[in-house]
């Protein structure tokens, strides 16, 4: 076990656990923030994005001990009011089903438009492959990137 | 208007007397209430609640919970069963708080999703409680009023005497309703006055959703929770012989290790109780990944107790089993004679492997078991049932056992078999604390009940002049055969022969999204495209006129369609995608149709081939689930089930060695993914006041088909075996 000093959504934490823990269980077991989902704990769903800085990381394979000071962003602390235009759009296509995939989409796709804010649809749909959507939403989820994109 | 016998009594129609101090304070539980979605609410919470009946509580201020009776997994139940309760209540859907009922056999009926069938058969009862709920607050103002029953109306949430100009909202008069008797029988709404049901509505969860607020199963937690993960046999056909669990006992935050056994060995199975591995070792610990790295550590020795099987057995066996006489289970006229006499015969065989459900959250519940109660929360598609299962297992009666149903990541028919929700209460009661159970992905995948896999042999025989003579298909499966013996074509064609057989094994199978029609309808469909070409005939044309011939002189009695609707939906497709336009070039088009779940649908497939990836440029739908509830999010149900549909035809494969899954997460498993999917989806409703009926599995089976059809106009070359990714030799 080993303390960690983490700013998370703009808050400082302290957290004692041990160093190999991915960020992913010590935002849900240790700070209770169950926004961000596992989905399959190797990196292939995309369930558990997060931002580390301005880059959007898989949290379920990313140890405690690797975040430093780097501030960590997730689904709770996106917008202030949940009004981020990505949050917007998703309520706007009614995006969601089953919805549990839909925290580490938004996360991604707000990573996505922050480094590109105009992409194409090429770029939207290399940028979003890493994350699934068993229901089958993808359309929609989309149609929501491209809607807050044209702005 | 009609009126309606309520046929519901007390029983149905509980009604709490109010409370002394203040009445139902709610408050926001974490199972509790959410608002619409997209809209603000003009109403602060209410000082007060007065329960209605078991489906609706009024407040002081008009504010309106509706209980939301079904499992939400997906098909977006939560916000389309309470439209139906409001709308026959007559109010603003915007004073409207939905709240998650709990499993409650005295008020609601068929808690379970499965089938496509909450809308289907929940429609009266839902439409019932919203109208006895207006009828008893249109009775308490014409008490009040001193005016006749007949001159109090509703509108949105308002009560109306016209003569005398009296106006009250529902939250005036909701104390009085809820002292009422239930009236003898109430007037429903006419279909044409609907003012909310019809209308789009967005997911009443949408806001929790895409804030991340904890909704699911997974999200739950209770003070002094443990968390708990199990460790099964790698391979189906194999127990449990050893444990030595020294090292992962006596890891940081381990609290006990230990085995334990789901079901007795007298307990007689319910349906929902499938599971190959009875015998399990438990790890119980703080946190989730302490636990986890308790259950690497672990030390276990598992024994073959039955055959191990493999992909490659199956195949030789299905193909085995193919080649044998099988068991009819419709004959009509004559087929073999017309097999003997045929100038040729098409003989096609379809294949699909065992599929995976692969919810996106994994199967995990909360159990709290004490001597006095068993109390669950979490995900399950059958609470009703489970609730029995576990009262036997923990020797406890039905009425001390509590479940609560959160949201849940995705259902596709694995939480229907709740084995998990005994494991979880057998560990909470061993360790003597709440716990919360969570399955790894690899726990998830390889402890499945899978999607069986599949094997259909399609004849036609042909006269010298291409017209059809007879019919047959011959189909099986590991371990159940996907065969629907009295579905289309069956009743079209005078000599039809439908046979089935299936093979025993140790894999076990479940309910996956529209069980056995996900793969018999692609088989068929695509069988019936290449029937048509071989006979020069329009694919539409042609299962138009074979619907013709069974709505004018039908062959047999137990036909399972009606040929109108059917006929509807792909009429409704050839319009809609402008059937027989010119396609640029590379293009290829493929039409399918299904009839599965009470609803029919309808799919045109246009897809490229770029360099062996196939790009799906567009799907056209065309659905019949007769009235729609909510239109916007019934097209996303019929989006998604399309876009599921192509994605495992084309990619997901669960493959066996010697009993064990060879995929077990998601860098082996393939699912589609955003850059597969379809670059658009179109979805048109057949305009029907018929009985609504569900959209949660009907979209998927026929794409299979459409696909496949697609495939073959693109490339020139049939493909017959799933996934088609794997199998086409000009694809991957």
């Known amino acids: 076990m080993a303390v960690f000093h983490l700013n998370v959504n703009g808050k400082r934490y302290e957290v004692d656990v041990d160093p190999s823990t991915p960020i992913l269980w010590v935002l849900r077991d240790h700070l209770n923030l169950v926004g961000t989902k596992y989905g399959c704990g190797i990196a292939q769903c995309g369930a558990c994005t997060i931002h580390l800085g301005d880059a959007a990381v898989r949290s379920c394979i990313l140890p405690v001990s690797q975040v430093g000071t780097q501030p960590i962003t997730t689904i709770e602390g996106l917008s202030a009011n949940g009004d981020h235009p990505l949050q917007r759009a998703w309520i706007e296509h009614d995006v969601p089903q089953c919805g549990y995939c839909q925290a580490g989409q938004i996360m991604n796709a707000a990573a996505l438009l922050k480094a590109n804010p105009h992409p194409t649809d090429e770029e939207i749909e290399a940028a979003m492959n890493g994350n699934l959507c068993r229901c089958g939403t993808y359309t929609r989820i989309k149609a929501a990137i491209k809607s807050v994109a044209k702005r | ?732």
């Open chain 2, 1 to 732: 208007m009609t009126l309606v016998k309520t046929k519901y009594g007390r029983r149905s129609f509980i009604k709490t007397t109010v409370l002394a101090s203040g009445g139902m304070l709610l408050g926001f539980s974490w199972l509790a209430g959410c608002r619409p979605s997209g809209q603000e609410s003009a109403t602060e919470w209410p000082d007060e609640w007065f329960e209605i009946n078991g489906f609706i509580k009024i407040g002081d201020n008009g504010l309106v919970t509706i209980m939301s009776p079904n499992p939400e997994i997906g098909q977006n139940v939560k916000t389309s069963m309470p439209m139906i309760v409001a709308e026959e209540l007559d109010v603003d859907w915007k004073q409207v708080v939905v709240e998650q009922a709990p499993l409650n056999t005295e008020i609601f009926t068929r808690q379970l999703a499965g089938g496509s069938q909450s809308i289907r058969q929940g429609w009266h009862s839902l439409r019932m409680a919203g109208a006895t709920a207006r009828q008893l607050l249109r009775q308490a103002a014409a008490q009040a009023w001193q005016v006749p029953l007949e001159e109090v109306k509703t509108q949105a949430g308002t009560l109306k005497h016209t003569p005398s100009g009296r106006t009250a909202g529902y939250g005036t008069f909701a104390a009085a309703a809820a002292r009422l008797p239930i009236p003898e029988e109430v007037p429903l709404k006419d279909p044409k006055d609907f003012r909310i049901i019809g209308t789009s509505r967005k997911n009443v969860d949408g806001n929790k959703i895409v804030t991340g607020e904890p909704l699911f199963g997974i999200d739950y937690r209770r003070d002094g929770m443990l968390i708990a993960m199990i460790a099964h046999a790698p391979a189906f056909g194999m127990k449990l012989e050893s444990l030595d669990a020294e090292v992962a006992r006596r890891m940081p935050g381990i609290v006990d290790v230990f085995t334990i056994k789901t079901f007795a060995d007298d307990y007689e199975r319910q349906w929902c109780d499938t599971a190959a591995f009875n015998e399990l070792v438990a790890v119980v610990g703080q946190t989730t990944w302490q636990v986890w790295q308790a259950k690497k550590a672990l030390r276990i020795k598992w024994a073959p107790v039955a055959e191990l099987e493999s992909s490659s057995l199956h195949r030789a066996r299905m193909r085995a089993m193919a080649s044998q006489p099988a068991q009819v289970l419709r004959r009509d006229g004559n087929p073999e004679a017309m097999f003997r006499k045929a100038a040729r015969i098409i003989e096609r065989t379809y294949t699909a492997p065992f599929l995976a459900h692969n919810t996106l959250e994994p199967m995990n519940f909360f159990a709290h078991v004490t001597e006095e109660r068993a109390e669950l929360v979490g995900p399950t598609q059958t609470p009703e049932f489970m609730e029995k299962t576990l009262a036997a297992r923990l020797g406890m009666p039905l009425e001390k056992i509590d479940i609560q149903m959160t949201r849940q990541g995705g259902g596709f028919g694995r939480r229907l078999y709740g084995h998990f929700m005994v494991e979880a209460a057998l560990i909470s009661k061993k360790v003597q604390a709440p716990v919360k159970l969570i399955y790894t992905r690899e726990d998830d995948m390889s402890f499945g009940n899978y999607r069986p896999a599949y094997y259909a042999t399609y004849r036609a025989a042909l006269d010298e002049n291409n017209q059809l003579l007879a019919f047959h298909v011959c189909a099986g499966g590991i371990p159940e055969s996907p065969l629907f013996p009295n579905r289309f074509p069956a009743g079209a064609i005078d000599h039809y022969l439908a046979e089935s057989w299936s093979v025993d094994s140790n894999i076990s199978i479940g309910a996956w999204r529209a069980p056995r029609s996900n793969f018999i309808a692609g088989a068929e469909q695509a069988f019936l495209d290449e029937l048509a070409e071989a006979m020069g005939q329009d694919p539409i044309e042609f299962r138009l006129a074979l619907l013709e011939r069974a709505k004018n002189d039908p062959v047999g009695a137990d036909n399972d369609y009606d040929p109108a609707r059917y006929a509807g939906v792909l009429e409704l497709v050839r319009q809609k995608s402008d059937w027989g336009k010119a396609l640029p070039e590379g293009i290829g088009r493929g039409v399918a149709a299904y009839y599965c779940h009470n609803s029919y649908v309808a799919q045109v497939v246009d897809l490229r081939i770029d360099a062996g990836k196939p790009i799906i440029e567009n799907v056209c739908c065309a659905v019949d689930c007769g009235l729609v509830v909510n239109p916007d999010a019934a097209a996303n149900m019929v989006e998604g089930g399309t876009v599921d549909g192509i994605g495992h035809a084309l990619y997901s494969e669960l493959s066996f060695r010697d009993g064990a899954p060879e995929q077990t997460n998601f860098d082996r498993y393939r699912l589609i993914r955003h850059s597969e999917a379809p670059k658009n989806i179109e979805v048109h409703f057949v305009d029907s006041h018929e009985h609504p009926t569900g959209l949660g599995e009907p979209p998927l089976p026929p794409v299979m088909g459409a696909l496949a059809n697609a495939i073959y106009r693109a490339t020139g070359q049939r493909v017959y075996h799933q996934p088609f990714i794997k199998h086409h030799p000009l694809l991957g």
